[in-house]
T-cell receptor, first 114, second 115 residues
Framework: GAVVSQHPSRVICKSGTSVKIECRSL??????MFWYRQFPKQSLMLMAT?????????EQGVEKDKFLINHASLTLSTLTVTSAHPEDSSFYIC??????????FGSGTRLTVV | GENVEQHPSTLSVQEGDSAVIKCTYS??????FPWYKQELGKRPQLIID?????GEKKDQRIAVTLNKTAKHFSLHITETQPEDSAVYFC??????????????FGTGTRLQVTL
């Protein structure tokens, strides 16, 4: 089936630094990738939708200059958290629609900013 | 945009009993309603889904019902087992926009199955 590989699975970074998270579609082409953030004991909240070859669409309240999204190819979408702060610590997960009604999720990235 | 509400937030049942989780949605254009099970630190796993042209779907111990008129759908788990303990999320999407259709998730239900 359709697989999205997400890396890294865990990352700890210092406050003020940037972190890049990658999601690769392994056996299909993902023209669109959805990026979610999940705080402890909360739901998955959509942050942005990345589109291959064009600008990402950000949800209301999400800073596009802080969460940089690049979708340069049909198999790779990246999310960069710039100037990370402790409040950015969260579980970040990507998802792609594989056609029809199917969605596949990456394995998630646990970001801890210290 | 779509808004999905989910109840209850926590649910504790004894092993063997049934569990019911309910969701309501706001966008009448939504036509695909998946349910996910998420274990701590893991990705959501699809357990069952339903499309708007169907009122009920069953897969072994799991069933989902949909009432389009009332804009609500429910997850039913029968003969619960300890391994059913997890967080369950409902979701909705108007999938008529193809691969750009985004999922909106409910707030989640923490199910605890006790022995």
């Amino acid at each position: 089936g359709a697989v999205v590989s997400q890396h890294p699975s865990r990352v700890i970074c210092k406050s003020g630094t940037s972190v890049k998270i990658e999601c690769r579609s392994l056996d299909f082409q993902a023209t669109t990738m959805f990026w979610y953030r999940q705080f402890p004991k909360q739901s998955l909240m959509l942050m942005a939708t990345s589109n291959e070859g064009s600008k990402a669409t950000y949800e209301q309240g999400v800073e596009k200059d802080k969460f940089l999204i690049n979708h340069a190819s049909l198999t790779l979408s990246t999310l960069t958290v710039t100037s990370a702060h402790p409040e950015d610590s969260s579980f970040y997960i990507c998802s792609a629609n594989v056609g029809g009604y199917g969605y596949t999720f990456g394995s998630g990235t646990r970001l801890t900013v210290v | 945009g779509e808004n999905v509400e989910q109840h209850p937030s926590t649910l504790s049942v004894q092993e063997g009993d049934s569990a019911v989780i309910k969701c309501t949605y706001s966008d009448s254009a939504s036509n695909y309603f998946p349910w996910y099970k998420q274990e701590l630190g893991k990705r959501p796993q699809l357990i069952i889904d339903i499309r708007s042209n169907v009122g009920e779907k069953k897969d072994q111990r799991i069933a989902v019902t949909l009432n389009k008129t009332a804009k609500h759908f429910s997850l039913h788990i029968t003969e619960t087992q300890p391994e059913d303990s997890a967080v369950y999320f409902c979701a909705a999407t108007p999938s008529n926009t193809g691969t750009a259709s985004k999922l909106t998730f409910g707030t989640g239900t923490r199910l605890q199955v006790t022995l």
